[in-house]
């Protein structure tokens, strides 16, 4: 098994431009997340989702989209890339089987916005 | 917000000495992990603590879930310079459906 995968690994972007960070898993786990890394503040959730076709908010949504049409994938999509946006991007999967679920981590995607 | 504070923030040590990080909250835990991230990868799972008082070893890490469910500490012996690396611990709160809330982490660095 891969695993977790993401790409690319290194983005630069310029202001007002779009792109989307890939992710796939080969668990079948049911859950996917996406978070951010800022340096000294730990990740924060984006985005998560329970199941293929259903999404939900977390704690720093806004500048993003997500969309799941399999299990497998969840994309994360940046329409107007800002300056805020320069962090590093993991992509998280579990199959919560109780209150304590294991997430494994994709390596991650450093994205700079200049 | 479930708010989850990590101290401290930065160790620096020399190889051979023992050390504790620690992790509150004014929340109750459903559980807690531990994960351990090294420079350009995600976090690995350490460990998973799901009972107050819980006490697991993990070669020379050593983590204690506290009794009410709302800390814990990780206690490293004769660290090594490969335990170099961010300490996160991660909470999941109850009706939280399976979210984690990750503190800042603790960046330990051991030195030879």
């Known amino acids: 098994n891969a695993g977790v995968t993401q790409t690319p690994k290194f983005r630069i972007l310029k202001i007002g431009q779009s792109m989307t960070l890939q992710c796939t898993q080969d668990?079948?786990?049911?859950?996917m997340y996406w978070y951010r890394q800022d340096p000294g503040m730990g990740l924060k959730l984006i985005y998560y989702s329970v199941g293929a076709g259903i999404t939900d908010k977390g704690e720093v949504p806004n500048g993003y989209n997500v969309s799941r049409s399999t299990t497998e994938d969840f994309p994360l999509r940046l329409e107007l890339a800002a300056p805020s946006q320069t962090s590093v991007y993991f992509c998280?999967?579990?199959?919560?089987?109780?209150?304590?679920?294991?997430?494994?981590f994709g390596p991650g995607t450093r994205l700079t916005v200049l | 917000t479930q708010l989850l504070e990590q101290s401290p923030q930065f160790l620096s040590i020399q190889e051979g000495e023992n050390l504790t990080v620690y992790c509150n909250s004014s929340s109750v835990f459903s559980s807690l992990q531990w994960y351990r991230q090294e420079p350009g990868e995600g976090p690995v799972l350490l460990v998973t603590v799901v009972t107050g008082g819980e006490v697991k070893k993990l070669k020379r890490l050593t983590f204690q879930f506290g009794d009410a469910r709302k800390d814990s500490s990780l206690h490293i012996t004769a660290a090594q310079p490969g335990d170099t690396g961010l300490y996160l611990c991660a909470g999941v709160f109850k009706r939280s459906n399976y979210k984690l809330t990750f503190g800042k982490g603790t960046l330990l660095t051991v030195n030879p």
């Open positions: 668990m079948n786990h049911n859950y």
């Open positions: 998280a999967s579990s199959y919560p089987e109780d209150s304590a679920s294991k997430q494994f």
